[in-house]
């Protein structure tokens, strides 16, 4: 019969083997949302993540600096942080190798079924300053984690500012010119054909007005914009009331020629639309 003494022990060390492996299991709990979820990130990451050139900064000055004065994510080049990272230059500006892959700005998952509505809003802010298009961004959805599927569609009439060709003139990537799909197709990339949010072109995105064929001169718009998509169970039944899923912001830059970048701030999901004051 074990003496006290020695059941102490076994359920202290019992307890420090488990919790490693709970720690990492409390990571992937979805985030339970009844009526509405925001995020300012002005306390910290709050369980979002950004890779590669995206960064949570509260003291950046370029694309307007950050939302009503908090923290917001940006990208920066890690060796010139008033731009963003050049594909084909990447080994030379921080990167390990040239063309590191997207700048992605994930969410944690969500638990959409205690939503209290058929339909919810999802919305954030944004400032832009990119190679008009040529780099461009856009949000994707997942149910699993592996297939990312494209949310919204051109001037989408479900949408606020949601690749609106009256607020981003080059909002189709393909309205001037054809996106730099042989650097979407890489393997750190596939955000282009069989497989991917995009099997074939052209898509729609936020990219910065000016002439794709010129010499990347930005003419707007500049600040931070809302942007806003109601999402219904007719168009998006995998989302409405789901019990695992999660967003992620792609921003991408394609070989060569690179503006300030991105930033982006406060993004909500909820069953009433947000303001755009």
């Not at 998006?236 to 020629?257: E, L």
């Amino acid at each position: 019969m074990s003496s006290p003494r020695h059941i102490c022990a076994l359920i202290a060390i019992t307890t420090l083997l488990a919790a490693p492996r709970a720690l990492c299991q409390d990571k992937d709990v979805p985030v339970a949302v009844t009526s509405a979820k925001t995020y300012t990130w002005d306390k910290g990451a709050e369980g979002w993540m950004g890779t590669n050139d995206f960064r949570l900064s509260s003291s950046f000055t370029k694309l307007g600096g950050p939302y009503r004065g908090g923290s917001s994510w940006v990208t920066e080049c890690p060796t010139d942080h008033s731009k963003y990272t050049e594909g084909a230059y990447a080994s030379s500006q921080g990167y390990s190798e040239t063309y590191p892959g997207p700048n992605l700005l994930l969410s944690p998952w969500f638990d959409l079924s205690p939503m209290v509505d058929t339909a919810l809003f999802i919305s954030f802010r944004q400032s832009l300053a990119l190679e008009p298009g040529w780099d461009g961004s856009w949000m994707e959805y997942s149910t699993g984690g592996t297939l990312w599927k494209h949310l919204g569609r051109l001037d989408d009439p479900d949408g606020v500012n949601w690749y609106s060709t009256g607020t981003y003139r080059n909002a189709n990537s393909q309205a001037a010119s054809a996106a730099d799909t042989v650097t979407l197709l890489m393997p750190r990339y596939r955000l282009y054909g069989a497989g991917s949010a995009h099997p074939a072109g052209p898509f729609a995105w936020w990219t910065s007005d000016g002439d794709p064929a010129g010499a990347g001169k930005v003419e707007g718009p500049f600040g931070w914009i809302l942007c806003q998509l109601k999402i219904t169970p007719s168009r998006y039944p995998d989302i409405v009331h789901s019990h695992r899923v999660r967003f992620r912001y792609v921003a991408f830059s394609d070989a060569a020629t690179a503006s300030e970048g991105w930033a982006v701030d406060d993004f909500t999901i909820g069953i009433t639309p947000v303001s755009a004051k």
